[in-house]
């Protein structure tokens, strides 16, 4: 009962923008810090921004200025707005929720910037 689905991944040009949804069922992500990694073949994973519960929020030195991270508790939602897409960004991004010992991991969402 417990999942994290992501939405909003696909193919854009360099220089366009997308919009990742990630969506929560089966807890409240109130008390939650929750954000986003990425992970491209053949390069480690990297958190790309955070958001805790009280709304602070950290980004990779690789997208700041370009992406910007939201909540939305009453519809139970993280939102990450990328804008100035470059294809470095191509990527399966993958939402999280963490609470102390606990983590949740949706599926992933690809997402893939062409030249």
């Known amino acids: 009962q417990l999942q994290l689905v992501e939405s909003g991944g696909g193919l854009v040009q360099s220089g366009g923008s997308l919009r990742l949804s990630c969506a929560a069922s089966g807890f409240s992500l109130d008390h939650w810090a929750i954000g986003w990694f990425r992970q491209a073949p053949g390069k480690e994973r990297e958190e790309v921004s955070c958001?805790?519960?009280?709304?602070?929020?950290t980004y990779a030195d690789s997208v700041k200025g370009r992406f910007t991270i939201s909540r939305d508790n009453a519809k139970n939602a993280v939102y990450l707005q990328m804008n100035s897409l470059k294809p470095e960004d191509t990527a399966d991004y993958y939402c999280?929720?963490?609470?102390?010992?606990?983590?949740?991991w949706g599926k992933g969402t690809l997402v893939t910037v062409s030249s």
């Open positions: 999280y929720a963490s609470l102390y010992a606990r983590d949740y």
């Open positions: 958001i805790n519960s009280s709304g602070r929020t």
